[in-house]
């Protein structure tokens, strides 16, 4: 069965960093790009990041580019989202999704979703 486990988050100051990870399990993970949302508080979940099968290209949100990195370990299933100057509204549960292309910016695309891991930031 395929799974996808976030860890990770936590509760920081702004300015500070997080790397998130997201571990893979029950499928090929090198055949599949992988995506990472976020949800806010009383909103919608949006698109953050993504990055191909073999990490050659990568996608980033407006809001992610410049602070945030995505990348992935093939050898180790896992997934990562290296976050800088976090701010006061990058808190959020963070997901992880896997879809057949990394240019996917939306939810339907992505088949498998993780659980979340949860983001707080402190101003």
């Known amino acids: 069965q395929e799974r996808l486990v976030e860890s990770g988050g936590g509760v920081v100051q702004a300015g500070d960093s997080l790397t998130l990870l997201c571990t893979a399990s029950g499928f090929t993970f090198n055949l599949y790009a992988m995506g990472w949302f976020r949800q806010a508080p009383g909103k919608e979940r949006e698109f953050v990041a993504s990055?191909?099968?073999?990490?050659?290209?990568?996608y980033y949100s407006d809001a992610a580019q410049g602070r945030f990195t995505i990348s992935r370990d093939n050898a180790k299933n896992t997934a990562y989202l290296q976050m800088n100057n976090l701010q006061p509204e990058d808190t959020a549960i963070y997901f992880c999704?896997?879809?057949?292309?990394?240019?996917?910016?939306?939810?339907?695309?992505?088949?498998?979703w993780g659980q979340g891991t949860t983001v707080t930031v402190s101003s």
């Open positions: 990055i191909g099968r073999r990490s050659t290209n990568s």
């Open positions: 999704a896997a879809s057949a292309n990394y240019y996917f910016t939306t939810q339907p695309a992505y088949y498998f």
